[in-house]
């Protein structure tokens, strides 16, 4: 009788050539990162696309409703963030890396990857998509502030401009290799937001401007409000790569990773609050119901520093892509490796990561409409994967006690997010529609 060697894994391979794979691997290829690493990791992807459309959002939304929903989103995102780093190592001697193992360890091996793959997918590969189009408006607004006297050029060409930079970067091999890109994003997002909110109060507040609500009739203001609904969740999200940026981080007995992560996460989250509320509320202040739903396009003077800002977006979002779109080379390159059993190589991971980014682009090329984009995903993926889906794991794994604080906190939060995901797509493909209406492809 033969038995299975105990050096062997389940998947016929050796304890040897599973390190060797894990160490190839995105996510797990190196874990000697810093907790300041993590602030930029955050920063860099939650200050991106969505920060531009918060006035838009507010416009939709009105002061109070508008002022409530950023401030509680930004409540029960850290409440929920600081859940996921607690529960990284909540089995001991085990680090849940990613989130779908997350999801196994609460729903089990085969319905937690139903549950949380998809989501989790859906969230990266629609952020990039957003990513492509933010970055192509943005350039051809800086084509046109510098340039206002050139001949259009299509929003096509500016996204192809800002793939080409993809398509080298892609192929850095894990979260760490790319700090360098994540830190020069991080300050860019810094420095775009307070141009933001700066270059608006030196335009000051127009006489006429008006806070009633942009939609032309009741049907439009409800329609609006569940897309500024959207659009908020898409700003707050960042979850869906967290437990692989706390991959990154040494953990050991006496210090595990969840004291450095949250250090990272709390830092972060308060550069988050000083980029964001201004930017909101200041914004939707000086141009009220005509705001864009990206307010750099509502920006024209001073034109140097209007240039200057969106080119610091293209820099963020440069970093951005990077973050979100490495959680999906992992998941990709995981499968090919692990599944199909493909050998690991310089090959793969370039046709992969390839492929991935020429995908994204063609998409966003295909259907820039920006604000309807981030509120329909911000609804449809993103509260799932950032308001209740993590609520929903704590009540699994850590059982508190019924009825007790913890417990009806986190009940209430599944029930809000519940409703945004409801609620938050509607609105978002009602204004996908309405932009499609006028619109031709590839211009």
Same mark, same amino acid.
């Given at each position: 009788?033969?038995?299975?060697?105990?050096?062997?894994?389940?998947?016929?391979?050796?304890?040897?050539?599973?390190?060797?794979?894990?160490?190839?691997?995105?996510?797990?290829?190196?874990?000697?990162?810093?907790?300041?690493?993590?602030?930029?990791?955050?920063?860099?992807?939650?200050?991106?696309?969505?920060?531009?459309?918060?006035?838009?959002?507010?416009?939709?939304?009105?002061?109070?409703?508008?002022?409530?929903?950023?401030?509680?989103?930004?409540?029960?995102?850290?409440?929920?963030?600081?859940?996921?780093?607690?529960?990284?190592?909540?089995?001991?001697?085990?680090?849940?890396?990613?989130?779908?193992?997350?999801?196994?360890?609460?729903?089990?091996?085969?319905?937690?990857?139903?549950?949380?793959?998809?989501?989790?997918?859906?969230?990266?590969?629609?952020?990039?998509?957003?990513?492509?189009?933010?970055?192509?408006?943005?350039?051809?607004?800086?084509?046109?502030?510098?340039?206002?006297?050139?001949?259009?050029?299509?929003?096509?060409?500016?996204?192809?401009?800002?793939?080409?930079?993809?398509?080298?970067?892609?192929?850095?091999?894990?979260?760490?290799?790319?700090?360098?890109?994540?830190?020069?994003?991080?300050?860019?997002?810094?420095?775009?937001?307070?141009?933001?909110?700066?270059?608006?109060?030196?335009?000051?507040?127009?006489?006429?401007?008006?806070?009633?609500?942009?939609?032309?009739?009741?049907?439009?203001?409800?329609?609006?409000?569940?897309?500024?609904?959207?659009?908020?969740?898409?700003?707050?999200?960042?979850?869906?790569?967290?437990?692989?940026?706390?991959?990154?981080?040494?953990?050991?007995?006496?210090?595990?990773?969840?004291?450095?992560?949250?250090?990272?996460?709390?830092?972060?989250?308060?550069?988050?609050?000083?980029?964001?509320?201004?930017?909101?509320?200041?914004?939707?202040?000086?141009?009220?119901?005509?705001?864009?739903?990206? #307010?750099?396009?509502?920006?024209?003077?001073?034109?140097?520093?209007?240039?200057?800002?969106?080119?610091?977006?293209?820099?963020?979002?440069?970093?951005?892509?990077?973050?979100?779109?490495?959680?999906?080379?992992?998941?990709?390159?995981?499968?090919?490796?692990?599944?199909?059993?493909?050998?690991?190589?310089?090959?793969?991971?370039?046709?992969?990561?390839?492929?991935?980014?020429?995908?994204?682009?063609?998409?966003?090329?295909?259907?820039?409409?920006?604000?309807?984009?981030?509120?329909?995903?911000?609804?449809?993926?993103?509260?799932?994967?950032?308001?209740?889906?993590?609520?929903?794991?704590?009540?699994?794994?850590?059982?508190?006690?019924?009825?007790?604080?913890?417990?009806?906190?986190?009940?209430?939060?599944?029930?809000?997010?519940? #409703?945004?995901? #409801?609620?938050?797509?509607?609105?978002?493909?009602?204004?996908?529609?309405?932009?499609?209406?006028?619109?031709?492809?590839?211009?």
């Amino acid at each position: 009788m033969v038995t299975q060697s105990s050096e062997e894994s389940p998947g016929g391979r050796t304890a040897a050539e599973e390190k060797a794979i894990e160490d190839w691997l995105p996510v797990t290829g190196s874990r000697e990162a810093k907790w300041w690493y993590a602030v930029f990791h955050k920063v860099t992807c939650m200050v991106g696309a969505g920060i531009l459309s918060l006035p838009y959002a507010m416009s939709s939304m009105g002061w109070g409703a508008g002022v409530t929903m950023m401030v509680l989103s930004w409540m029960i995102t850290l409440y929920t963030l600081w859940q996921m780093v607690e529960m990284h190592e909540t089995v001991p001697g085990k680090r849940l890396d990613r989130y779908h193992e997350l999801g196994q360890e609460a729903f089990g091996e085969k319905l937690g990857l139903y549950i949380v793959v998809p989501q989790q997918l859906i969230v990266e590969v629609s952020t990039c998509i957003i990513f492509m189009v933010t970055a192509g408006k943005s350039l051809q607004k800086f084509h046109d502030t510098v340039c206002p006297s050139c001949s259009r050029i299509r929003l096509t060409y500016f996204i192809m401009i800002f793939s080409s930079a993809q398509f080298v970067l892609a192929h850095l091999p894990n979260f760490n290799s790319i700090f360098v890109v994540s830190i020069a994003a991080a300050v860019m997002s810094l420095s775009y937001s307070t141009i933001a909110w700066a270059a608006a109060l030196g335009k000051g507040r127009d006489e006429h401007v008006d806070y009633s609500l942009r939609g032309k009739n009741t049907g439009d203001n409800v329609f609006n409000f569940l897309n500024g609904l959207g659009q908020i969740a898409f700003a707050y999200a960042g979850h869906n790569v967290v437990l692989e940026i706390q991959a990154t981080l040494p953990s050991t007995p006496e210090k595990p990773s969840k004291l450095a992560m949250w250090r990272g996460v709390f830092f972060a989250y308060i550069i988050v609050a000083i980029c964001y509320f201004p930017v909101a509320f200041i914004g939707y202040y000086i141009f009220g119901n005509s705001v864009e739903d990206n #307010i750099m396009l509502s920006l024209d003077k001073p034109a140097w520093l209007i240039a200057a800002a969106n080119m610091f977006v293209l820099i963020h979002v440069i970093g951005s892509y990077q973050i979100y779109a490495m959680v999906v080379f992992d998941m990709m390159e995981t499968y090919l490796v692990k599944q199909v059993k493909l050998k690991p190589s310089f090959g793969l991971r370039f046709t992969t990561r390839t492929l991935f980014v020429a995908f994204t682009m063609f998409i966003g090329m295909t259907f820039p409409f920006f604000g309807g984009l981030v509120g329909f995903f911000g609804g449809f993926a993103l509260a799932p994967t950032t308001y209740f889906l993590p609520c929903i794991i704590w009540l699994i794994l850590k059982k508190p006690k019924k009825y007790g604080f913890s417990w009806c906190l986190n009940w209430i939060f599944i029930v809000v997010g519940v #409703i945004l995901m #409801i609620l938050a797509p509607i609105g978002g493909l009602w204004s996908i529609v309405n932009s499609a209406k006028t619109y031709k492809f590839y211009q």
